[in-house]
């Protein structure tokens, strides 16, 4: 008997037959699904989730972690307005000029008293004491001076348009008030003339060096 003729693709082909059936088929999408591939190591469980539970394919790599979170950022100060001041050359400065006006008040009184003495011992003048204190007190009172002159100077400029200006009418009506105060009230006109020029000696310094030295150690303007 002769044998029917098969064609290709049918269920008794042997050369189809490996690929037609469901259970030899090793390319089936179910053979990777298996116990060894199914749920473990290399199954959907690895490779669909995380450890939370949420897929970390179907989120936007490129969206905003922090897109949730309120971001609070702290405003910006604003500029402080006023001079920029060097603190400390400032400080040294004011130092120094207590120190010049200290000396100079001493150096003042010092003198006065020396020429008091010596026309007192002639005997023609009769007893001059032209100074109502000695000279370290005149020292001590001019470098407290300089320091209180110097924190004016520094209120003035955080404080005032015009500082300087400020600063030598202050200074300048507070000078001359204490050269004319000991002029006309002071009993005897010896002391009177003595106390002034001690008064104009601490005053000077002050008004000059503690504007120029001022001056110096601003940086700059805001």
């Not at 690929?19 to 669909?48: E, K, L, T, V």
Request: hydrophobic share 40%; proline share 7%; aromatic share 12%.
């Amino acid at each position: 008997m002769n044998a029917r003729p098969q064609y290709p693709n049918e269920p008794d082909d042997a050369r189809t037959r490996a690929y037609g059936q469901a259970d030899n088929d090793p390319y089936r999408a179910d053979s990777y699904r298996g116990s060894s591939y199914g749920g473990d190591s290399y199954g959907a469980d690895s490779y669909g989730r995380d450890s939370y539970g949420n897929d970390p394919y179907a989120r936007d790599r490129y969206a905003d972690p922090y897109a949730g979170e309120v971001k609070r950022a702290r405003a910006p100060k604003p500029p402080r307005r006023g001079p920029q001041i060097n603190t400390g050359l400032f400080i040294g400065g004011v130092l120094a000029t207590a120190v010049v006006t200290a000396l100079a008040a001493w150096l003042i009184a010092w003198i006065i008293r020396v020429i008091s003495q010596r026309i007192t011992e002639t005997g023609k003048f009769g007893v001059w004491n032209p100074v109502s204190q000695d000279e370290y007190w005149f020292a001590v009172v001019g470098a407290l001076c300089a320091l209180l002159a110097g924190a004016l100077w520094y209120v003035l400029q955080l404080t005032t348009p015009s500082p300087d200006q400020f600063f030598s009418w202050i200074v300048g009506l507070l000078i001359a008030a204490a050269v004319l105060l000991p002029l006309l009230l002071s009993q005897e006109w010896t002391t009177g003339i003595g106390t002034a020029i001690m008064h104009l000696v601490i005053g000077l310094p002050i008004l000059f060096l503690i504007s120029a030295m001022g001056s110096k150690s601003v940086e700059s303007y805001r």
